[in-house]
DNA sequence: AGCACGCCGACT
DNA sequence: GTCGGCGTGCTC
């Protein structure tokens, strides 16, 4: 082979770099480069990190002067087949750069620092510069670090050529690595050294005893040291004595290695439990990339059911990938997968170091982990041979990624799954209605676990009218039956918890009196309020009226803006319950990295009586003492100007009511509101999923919103806000020419919140079933919109937005 | 993204 | 005159 030429994706997140750029493979490394890896390039005058994705034989006819690698950081590709084509689809499928699509599949220590040092290199400067470098004549330079006049006058100094500015590239993987002990003799040989040696040589005589107790085992020094009390000296001399052998090898940060943990027997299956094991085990088996939608009530069994599938896979020679909502990857959870299949299991999820995720990354990719369960970003496990792709909590909205790119989880393991020839089961108590429609239609499979596990029945939930209750409350947030059911809790020595619904916070109007919401006229979706143009402002069309002073449905004056912190309700909750020790869990005290483990755990240990907290609480806790639960506002979550807030609502609502008394003994479930009669309250009140989806799929029709429709949204940004409307009517009007009859434009309107850091947004939806050729049309107006220079102006687009507000 | 090049106003 | 402000275009 002479030559050999590779195609470069470069670490330069732009709409102009989005594009593979050829290099020449140095001599050394020719056939031994391949797609995946990772390079150092130049780059202009830069140094950056880069993928390869495609290598080339032939010297490419190009007027371009084509520079060589300057590195190859990977004797291996880090990405494969897979990974490299799920890239180039998951940069199209979200608008994404190709770059970013390669980097979020990898764990973030593989990612690049950069560095930029300048070297003075000419004495003809003055005492006074002189001072600004080391003894190397080095120093750093970053116009973040430095101040702005030394910046300058070191960028004068390379501008004249007396210094030179270099650029350096790091790999930020480092493994670790630690030191072995071998016994290199047998029991005799130990035997025959002992003989040999002098009266006096305690410690030899010590260590040789040691390796003829080890045998063949192998063990790391530090080990060694700890169980004879010999130091490490000790084992050196043994070494060149020839008895032992020391080795460097890499080990992994295992952040679960302390908590031996005890390997459990699968449980006994009920019918349901069973039936749908069979179905998914078959898929497996014949290797089918069938999607499940997996249907089961809050203490169903869902667990159980994944578990079996898992060791099904295994069984079949295959792995496992296991998606759960970050907050709910709790080491109780993390614990229960481990106790099932012991040390095959790698976990990812956020709380870990960045050392540590790396090396669980390199657990899987060498298949010493065949078991991942792990948060949204585990979805790119680099599992080979995968036999089964399991998603939790599938109607969880944290699955979908905010940042660039914007990936869905479930789209990629759906995508992942057919590649693989496997199944995905999608589980949840109350999936979204994507899901579920689609089971419908027979485009999933729909699996049902409709009985609980125990056979006890599901909590006895109380609505409280909030409109009645609110003249006579003893506190603004809690109602005297709310009140009196804790206090009864409370003096059986059980526990209770207290959600607070705090999304939406702020932004829209109700009446305390007869709960009535003000509506967008024209898309049926609550007003937001704007105290800076003093009126309510409707985010999908843009309809706008003045803030009513009177309710317009019962003339009442206790129309005001709603919202409630949980800093406030804890006070109000102190006062009313002096005695009690009261948790508090919420964004401010779950900051800390493992706060949130640990006032759990706290709560857990019965260090509390109550714990108050927002929608963190209602997933995947699990106490035996907790035999009430209190949500001491459904309506906020209810309003937002959201189509998909009845829904929000009704999985919270679900989901929380399921905490109450999962032990032996029954719950109770409170839910204050001021909206009584919604249905999704009502329904979430019965616990009847079925009856919301057929109500909640009629008002998705009728507004022509998902899963009817689909939906894309474009926002722009800028500092000028005449430049970027205008931008977004230009792109409003190009649109019309494009789309069809079928499909509807909102907007363009400015975003609620328009002013943040001095840019303005302005967003426009499109809802449309069909249009083929809006991807294309979409992908052009990205590409021109950086072209177009007009700096300053930025464009981003979202397929299926979670929520346009 | 960065970096260079180039064109303008406002300083030693 | 030149310094440095920012707009424009390019990086294999």
Not at 130 to 139: G, I, T
Not at 496 to 515: D, H
Request: overall charge positive.
């Amino acid at each position: 082979m002479s030559e050999q030429f590779a195609e470069v994706i470069v670490d330069v997140p732009s709409m102009q770099t989005n594009q593979p750029y050829t290099y020449a493979i140095p001599t050394e490394w020719i056939g031994q480069v391949f797609p995946g890896m990772r390079v150092i390039v130049p780059f202009g005058k830069r140094k950056i990190l880069g993928f390869t994705t495609k290598i080339l034989s032939k010297r490419p006819g190009v007027s371009f002067k084509i520079k060589e690698i300057e590195e190859v950081l990977d004797l291996t590709p880090v990405l494969n087949t897979e990974m490299l084509e799920m890239a180039s689809w998951l940069a199209k499928w979200t608008f994404s750069f190709k770059i970013s699509c390669l980097q979020v599949m990898l764990p973030a220590a593989m990612r690049a620092s950069y560095n930029k040092t300048i070297k003075l290199t000419s004495t003809d400067v003055s005492e006074e510069v002189k001072q600004l470098f080391d003894e190397q004549n080095e120093v750093k330079f970053d116009s973040k670090e430095l101040s702005a006049d030394v910046f300058k006058k070191l960028s004068k100094l390379s501008r004249e050529k007396k210094a030179e500015v270099i650029y350096q590239v790091h790999d930020r993987a480092r493994t670790k690595k630690v030191t072995v002990i071998k016994s290199l003799l047998n029991t005799q040989e130990v035997q025959k050294q002992k003989e040999l040696l002098r009266v006096n040589a305690d410690k030899l005589r010590l260590l040789l005893d040691f390796l003829g107790k080890i045998g063949s085992q192998i063990l790391t020094q530090k080990d060694a040291i700890k169980k004879t009390g010999l130091s490490a000296a000790v084992f050196t001399q043994g070494e060149k004595k020839g008895w032992l052998k020391k080795e460097k090898v890499e080990k992994y940060r295992d952040p679960y290695r302390d908590a031996e943990i005890k390997r459990t027997k699968p449980k006994q299956l009920k019918a349901a439990q069973q039936k749908a094991v069979e179905r998914i085990d078959h898929s497996i088996v014949q290797q089918q990339d069938k999607v499940f939608l997996l249907q089961g009530v809050t203490g169903s069994g869902k667990t159980e059911v994944y578990l079996y599938t898992i060791a099904c896979a295994l069984k079949n020679k295959q792995t496992a990938l296991m998606l759960v909502p970050e907050i709910s990857l709790t080491p109780q959870m993390v614990r229960r997968v481990k106790s099932r299949f012991g040390s095959n299991v790698a976990v990812l999820h956020s709380g870990l170091s960045e050392g540590e995720k790396y090396d669980e990354w390199r657990r899987i990719e060498r298949n010493d982990a065949t078991v991942v369960v792990g948060a949204r970003s585990a979805v790119f496990a680099p599992l080979e041979n995968i036999g089964i792709i399991i998603m939790d909590e599938e109607h969880e909205t944290s699955y979908k990624q905010e940042d660039m790119p914007e990936y869905n989880a479930r789209d990629v393991a759906i995508k992942r799954g057919s590649w693989h020839h496997c199944p995905v089961v999608l589980g949840s108590a109350t999936p979204s209605l994507e899901s579920r429609a689609r089971a419908q239609k027979g485009v999933y499979e729909w699996l049902r676990l409709d009985e609980r596990i125990n056979g006890q029945p599901l909590p006895e939930v109380q609505l409280i009218d909030m409109r009645q209750e609110l003249k006579r409350a003893p506190a603004v947030d809690i109602s005297t039956p709310l009140l009196d059911a804790i206090k009864q809790r409370l003096e059986q020595k059980e526990q209770v918890v207290l959600m607070l619904n705090r999304r939406g916070y702020s932004s829209f109007i109700m009446c305390r009196e007869c709960g009535f919401v003000l509506k967008c006229p024209n898309c049926d979706i609550s007003l937001t309020l704007h105290m800076d143009s003093h009126s309510m402002k409707c985010h999908y069309c843009g309809h706008e009226e003045p803030i009513p002073r009177t309710c317009p449905s019962c003339q009442s004056k206790k129309i005001r803006y709603y919202g409630t912190g949980t800093e406030k309700v804890e006070q109000e909750l102190q006062q009313l319950l002096p005695e009690t020790k009261i948790l508090r869990m919420d964004v401010d005290t779950t900051r800390r990295k493992g706060a949130h483990a640990k006032l759990l755990r706290q709560f857990g240990n019965k260090e509390a009586d109550i714990l108050l907290g927002t929608q963190m609480i209602a997933k995947g806790l699990d106490f035996p003492d907790v035999t009430l639960v209190g949500v001491l506002n459904a309506d906020t979550s209810l309003s937002l100007p959201n189509f998909r807030s009845a829904e929000r609502t009704f999985q919270l609502l679900t989901q929380v009511s399921g905490r109450a008394g999962r032990a032996d003994k029954l719950g109770q479930v409170v839910i204050q509101t001021f909206n009584p009669k919604h249905y999704a309250i009502q329904l979430a009140k019965k616990q009847n999923y079925e009856k919301f989806f057929g109500i909640e799929m009629n008002m998705r029709h009728r507004g022509g919103y998902p899963p009817y429709f689909f939906t894309t949204q474009i926002v722009t940004s800028g500092p000028n806000e005449a430049d970027v409307a205008k931008k977004m009517f230009e792109i409003d009007g190009q649109l019309k020419q494009v789309l069809s009859s079928q499909a509807v434009i909102l907007g363009p309107t400015p975003k609620p919140i328009m002013r943040i850091n001095n840019q303005f947004y302005y967003q426009l939806v499109i809802k449309y079933k069909k249009e083929p050729e809006l991807d294309a049309f979409l992908e052009d107006l990205l590409l021109n919109s950086q072209k177009e220079a007009r700096q300053k102006l930025k464009l981003k687009i979202d397929r299926d937005p979670i929520d346009f507000i």
